[in-house]
């Protein structure tokens, strides 16, 4: 692995932290990688000061030319994909063509915030002062520090630096110390199409040395976070002392509504992959399956049937259609919903443990559980794993107010074939994004986002670059 090749990058270069180093495990096998270097609160506060002396310079470079370097990064990352793949499957453990895909989702990032980049606009309004004009213009906020997940390393970075640098700003990445890896990887595309030093910086290491310095420093104007809604919470409440901007990814329990005119088997050849992707460890992810009674039964066999022959295993085999779970932490929570599920009266169709023949690593069956009152925890919280919990419902107007009774709201879905439904579950389903015969979400041209306790905030679109941006009037009167 690359992590005595790279480390930290602080102002255009790779170096070693000066504190002690980070244990990466394979979650297929259990078995170590390699260290990855871990920064202290001194390095940490080297790339802020990096960052903002960049940023003096960079908010001015021509937007065209921010635009040829994003593009160029893209070019690289496109010509590194072999090697991104596999260090993301050997860190993540989902399966090499999911990281394929996800590496091809991260630098459509730069491709379209690349050309977001040549269109911040401002606007004239006019005044009501006599020979006065009034400008609207969009200034880059500064340096941002960006906070992500383990779950897609690559593209929640990409999401961020992406709109950063377009808009002018400079970045500190601070990723999940469960997968170093590719995230040095990424930056290293970065710096090899040829970002000023200074304008990217990474930091890798335990939150006590990471987290403190940059939500205390009044240089770092912006935070952008991809993790739980607990941690964007506390993320909140630190950052009120130095008012920083504040964009976050926070948790999800998605809904799906499986409407009575649903086309069964087309639904199902969407919802099983979707739910056992990266071993359901998605914020998007459908968690609870609301089904119509007149389907219930057909759906939970099908879907039941339809895990069961998944084939789990290392994500170097290509024929290994699911991963491990990312450690043990995450086996344990799976087995606590399924526990809760048994006592609920729950039904367990398929799974509900460790696969058998699988004593290494951190895999569980998918799983299908059905007869689950609505406050068992496999249905009123996000599961975060291979778990898929059906349940039937008679009416429109149930499955509706059942679908919302959460705090939560990034995604839902719903499959039906009548437009007058389609239009109702778009409008009616409280989230940020909302699936229609669909699950495709997250697409550089679209905003990604939740409301209420999933988060505030868009990446990608045109809605994207502007949470990078701050707004100034000028009132000028000649």
């Not at 160029?72 to 496109?78: E, L, Q, S, T, Y």
């Not at 590496?103 to 020979?131: N, T």
């Not at 084939?311 to 995450?330: A, C, E, V, Y």
């Not at 925890?377 to 349940?391: C, L, R, W």
Request: with cysteine; glycine share 10%; proline share 4%.
């Amino acid at each position: 692995m690359q992590y005595d090749r790279y480390g930290l990058f602080i102002d255009g270069k790779w170096q070693r932290g000066s504190g002690s180093v980070l244990a990466v495990h394979d979650p297929a096998t259990g078995e170590k990688l390699g260290e990855a270097s871990a920064a202290t609160v001194e390095d940490v506060n080297r790339a802020i000061a990096s960052a903002a002396a960049a940023f003096a310079t960079w908010r001015h470079v021509p937007a065209w030319t921010r635009a040829e370097l994003l593009h160029k990064a893209a070019d690289v990352m496109i010509a590194r994909t072999e090697e991104a793949a596999r260090v993301m499957t050997l860190e993540t453990g989902k399966p090499l063509a999911q990281a394929k895909r996800e590496w091809g989702l991260s630098h459509d990032q730069f491709r379209w915030q690349a050309e977001e980049a040549r269109r911040i606009y401002g606007r004239i309004v006019e005044s009501r002062a006599p020979g006065g004009r009034i400008e609207v213009h969009h200034e880059p906020v500064g340096v941002i520090a960006a906070f992500t997940a383990w779950n897609f390393p690559a593209f929640l970075i990409a999401r961020k630096v992406a709109p950063a640098l377009a808009a002018g700003c400079t970045a500190i990445v601070r990723p999940s110390r469960e997968v170093p890896g590719i995230s040095m990887l990424l930056i290293d595309c970065l710096r090899e199409a040829g970002i000023p030093a200074g304008v990217v910086n990474l930091v890798t290491g335990t939150t006590e040395t990471t987290y403190r310095p940059i939500m205390d420093s009044k240089l770092v104007r912006k935070i952008s976070l991809t993790g739980s809604t607990a941690v964007g919470q506390q993320m909140i409440r630190d950052s009120a002392s130095t008012m920083k901007r504040v964009s976050m990814e926070l948790g999800g329990n998605a809904p799906v509504l499986v409407f009575d005119d649903a086309d069964l088997e087309k639904t199902l050849d969407l919802c099983v992959p979707v739910k056992f992707a990266n071993a359901g460890q998605v914020c998007v992810t459908a968690d609870r399956f609301y089904v119509h009674e007149r389907l219930h039964d057909d759906f939970a066999k099908g879907f039941a049937a339809r895990a069961a022959s998944l084939k789990l295993g290392h994500g170097l085999d290509d024929t290994s259609q699911m991963g491990p779970l990312i450690n043990q932490r995450r086996v344990d929570a799976i087995e606590g919903i399924v526990a809760d599920a048994k006592a609920r009266g729950g039904k367990i169709l398929t799974g509900g443990g460790r696969p058998k023949g699988q004593n290494k690593g951190f895999f569980f069956a998918p799983t299908v559980i059905t007869g689950l009152p609505d406050d068992a925890k496999a249905i009123a919280e996000e599961n975060f794993g291979p778990i898929a919990a059906i349940t039937p419902f008679a009416s429109d107007e149930e499955a509706f107010t059942r679908a919302n009774a959460t705090e939560m709201g990034l995604a839902a879905y719903a499959f039906t074939k009548d437009a007058k439904r389609m239009r109702e579950a778009s409008a009616r389903l409280e989230a940020g994004m909302v699936g229609i015969n669909s699950f495709a979400l997250a697409a550089a041209e679209a905003p990604f986002g939740g409301i209420k306790a999933s988060g505030m905030g868009r990446e990608g679109g045109s809605e994207g670059i502007h949470d990078y941006l701050n707004v100034k009037l000028a009132q000028m009167v000649v």
